[in-house]
Every structure is written in C-alpha cells, then in structure tokens.
C-alpha cells in the first residue's frame, strides 16, 4: 500500500522553508521581529509559527536564527528552549547587539528595514 503525503506535513514543510530563507536576509548586527518575519512572507498573525519553524531547525544552522526576536525586543528565556536562549544571546552579543541579563536589546537600534538604504 503507498503511503499518501501528509499535506500539513507539506503545508508546514513549506512554511519553514519560507521562514528559513527570509531570516536567511538579515543582515549581521541587525535584528527582526517573528511577526516583522511572518509579514514579510505573507503570513501575517503567525508569528508564534515562525518560532516554532525557527526551532525546528538543527543546530548549528547556516540559518541566523539568533537575529529574531519577539516585539518587545527580548529573547524568549524559557527553560524549554534547552539553552539556546543563552546560545542566542551570546551570537548576539559576538554581533555586537548589547543584551542584558534577562535578555533585552535595544530592538529599535538594532531592527532591519529591508528595502531601506539596503537596495534590496
């Protein structure tokens, strides 16, 4: 018997995909939000699904995943995160992104404006 795709599965293959190679545009040294990256794929609302496609990568990634973080310009410092929150803040920190303790950055300073002064 032949095993019929799963289109979720494909669905949600896809979606990653597309997360993946928008964060593969951000700059070193510049920062995104999950929600700036949802819009930008026309995903609008999902943000909390970019950071689940995020996480689904394999470490390490080729893919700056360290560069998205959530509105209010803090890493998501969880235990379930099983230290990549630190791993994301010290590739941060090595971009030269000041974080603090509890895993705030200046967003604001930091965020990437595609098309803006980038010719892109």
């Known amino acids: 018997m032949c095993a019929v795709p799963d289109s979720r599965a494909q669905a949600r293959a896809g979606f990653d995909r597309r997360v993946w190679e928008q964060v593969s545009r951000i700059p070193c040294g510049q ?4 929600g700036q990256i949802a819009d930008l794929i ?4 999902c943000a909390r699904q970019v950071g689940w496609a995020l996480r689904r990568l394999k470490l390490p990634s080729q893919v ?7 509105a209010q310009g803090r890493i998501a410092m969880s235990l379930s995160r099983e230290g990549s929150d630190w791993i994301q803040r010290e590739l941060l920190i090595a971009e030269g992104i000041p974080v603090d303790a509890e895993g705030r950055l200046p967003l604001r300073q930091f965020l990437w404006r595609p098309g803006a002064m980038s010719g892109e």
């Open 31 to 34: 920062l995104a939000t999950y």
């Open 64 to 70: 700056p995943w360290h560069r998205v973080v959530n």
């Open 42 to 45: 026309g995903a609008y609302g």
